[in-house]
T-cell receptor, first 112, second 115 residues
């Protein structure tokens, strides 16, 4: 079935600490895994993505890792800042039907 | 290049009325997706459309909900005889013709409140 599980649902860190959000997916055929950031009252914005032929990708303070064997992928944010506070969604692209299935979201709070 | 445009941003309807939500994809994008977000919940897939075709509507309720993406004009998500449980944010996203990239660009959403 089409399912993406995301943990934790809420995460509170001190400014400067790291934050890690984890997701698992069910379809071994999935090959594209984006992460979206949603600020209050706004639409989701793509922040980083990874494809199945890559194990890790980094963009400044944000990195994503992918373990295809275990069907896990994770978002890592280092040196967190208050403006990183938002809801983060992982997603997996299901070729059958051609659509993104989203995780439940993680509300990240970075305390100054 | 304008992003995905949705309107109205906020819509209030009484039970039994109809709601129409519109979405204009990014320029050059011919794939449109509608997602629903209930308060403090994730994004639930509803329907995937290409011009004049519904590709996947597996996430859309069988009754009262319909979607279209005509050859000309925006995509429309229509909810007939709304009920309180339809209150949610409805997000539209679009992607390029070469959707193997998988990248979806989202609009700001339409927030429906049913009284």
């Amino acid at each position: 079935g089409e399912n993406v599980e995301q943990h934790p649902s809420t995460l509170s860190v001190q400014e400067g600490d790291s934050a890690v959000i984890k997701c698992t997916y069910s379809d071994s055929a999935s090959n594209y895994f984006p992460w979206y950031k949603q600020e209050l009252g706004k639409g989701p914005q793509l922040i980083i993505d990874i494809r199945s032929n890559v194990g890790e990708k980094k963009d400044q303070r944000i990195a994503v890792t992918l373990n295809k064997t275990a069907k896990h992928f994770s978002l890592h944010i280092t040196e967190t800042q208050p403006e990183d506070s938002a809801v983060y969604f992982c997603a997996a692209y299901y070729n059958q039907g051609g659509k993104l299935i989203f995780g439940q979201g993680t509300e990240l709070s970075v305390k100054p | 290049n304008a992003g995905v445009m949705q309107n109205p941003r906020h819509l209030v309807r009484r039970r039994g009325q109809e709601a129409r939500l519109r979405c204009s994809p990014m320029k050059g994008h011919s794939h449109v997706y509608w997602y629903r977000q209930l308060p403090e919940e994730g994004l639930k897939f509803m329907v995937y459309l290409q011009k004049e075709n519904i590709i996947d509507e597996s996430g859309m309720p069988k009754e009262r909900f319909s979607a279209e993406f005509p050859k000309e004009g925006p995509s429309i998500l229509r909810i007939q005889q709304v009920v309180r449980g339809d209150s949610a944010a409805y997000f539209c996203a679009s992607s390029l013709l070469d959707w193997d990239t998988g990248e979806l660009f989202f609009g700001e959403g339409s927030r429906l409140t049913v009284l």
